[in-house]
């Protein structure tokens, strides 16, 4: 019976002995949330790490976030990451163990990893190019929007038929000046008045009383250039 007790109380001793021997592990990811919020994520045997998100972290002062990350466990073996926002810049890191900063899928980490506790302090910052990212964003999908729509509306004016001009209002004029224009119009909407007078055989006194006519009721307009009368219709028409 005495050699019962004496092998149990041995088995306890090897069995307690094996579990310290084992010791705590932690391999685990601090993301961390533009609002200062971190998700812990991994896996770990300590009961002090809780996984899950908390506001608990971080802290800001202007500008500038602190991250303190601390487990005071004595780990046997222990790996950590911290994943930042897209657009931080880092200013101070300290991490008890050895440590790098690199870029993971565009976004700054920090890894750390080593044995004994586990103290991580960063000091970091939203860049304000990143901040304003999504205004200049949207700014520019406005923009687009707005070129776009000044581009139809051009194109649809384009595409529109153009009305023809009116050159005169027949009802409006005699036999004769119904003659002058159109001579005016097979031209092109100008002819001098030696072309309209050689065309029709008129009288140079006839012509110009008609042109006269014509003239006062806004159909035409006369340009002298030199010795040379061209008659052409007015804008209106």
Same mark, same amino acid.
Request: glycine fraction near 8%; hydrophobic fraction near 40%.
């Given at each position: ?14 069995? /307690?002995?094996?579990?310290? =021997? +084992? ?6 990811? @601090? *993301? !961390?949330?533009?609002?200062?919020? &971190? ?8 009961t002090y790490l ?15 976030? /602190?991250?303190?990350?601390? =487990? +005071? ?6 790996? @950590? *990451? !911290?994943?930042?926002?897209?657009? &931080? ?14 870029t993971k899928e ?132």
């Amino acid at each position: 019976m005495k050699q019962a007790k004496i092998l149990l109380l041995i088995a306890i001793i090897l069995f /307690t002995g094996i579990c310290y =021997a +084992q010791g705590y592990y932690a391999d685990i990811t @601090l *993301e !961390v949330k533009e609002n200062g919020a &971190v998700n812990i994520s991994g896996t770990t045997n300590s009961t002090y790490l809780l996984l899950g998100e908390t506001q608990t972290l971080t802290t800001k002062q202007g500008e500038v976030w /602190t991250l303190n990350f601390e =487990a +005071q466990e004595e780990f046997e073996t222990y790996s @950590l *990451e !911290v994943i930042f926002p897209s657009g &931080v810049e880092i200013i101070k890191a300290k991490a008890s163990g050895a440590s790098a900063i690199t870029t993971k899928e565009g976004k700054t980490a920090l890894i750390t990893s080593g044995n004994g506790q586990i103290a991580v302090q960063i000091e970091y910052k939203l860049n304000s190019s990143a901040k304003e990212t999504p205004n200049f964003t949207l700014f520019g999908i406005v923009l687009i929007i707005l070129i776009m729509t000044g581009i139809a509306l051009f194109a649809f004016k384009k595409m529109k038929p153009k009305k023809e001009k009116k050159k005169y209002d027949k009802e409006v004029l005699t036999d004769r000046q119904k003659q002058i224009a159109e001579v005016i119009e097979k031209n092109n909407g100008k002819a001098t008045q030696a072309e309209i007078q050689k065309e029709l055989g008129l009288p140079k006194a006839s012509l110009s009383r008609n042109l006269r006519t014509m003239e006062k009721k806004g159909m035409i307009r006369k340009d002298k250039k030199g010795n040379t009368m061209l008659i052409r219709f007015t804008e209106k028409n």
